[in-house]
């Protein structure tokens, strides 16, 4: 793995973390580089809204049974 590939991968580490300025990096990155994504076609988003009113520290997923 080259420096540029770990560095790439730190980034998009962080932005799945939900770091908005590595999303903002990682997106400018995209469309000014387009060759570097390998299958825009591949890339799948999915957004989970937590609930406001669970408790904090508390396990959305389990509760929805």
Do not use: H
């Amino acid at each position: 793995m080259t420096k540029l590939e770990a560095s790439i991968t730190q980034l998009v580490n962080q932005a799945a973390t939900g770091d908005l300025r590595a999303t903002k990096v990682l997106m400018q990155m995209a469309s000014r580089f387009p060759e570097l994504v390998k299958d825009p076609e591949s890339i799948k988003v999915t957004v989970e809204v937590a609930d406001p009113q669970a408790s904090p520290g508390a396990n959305p997923i389990a509760e929805q049974s």
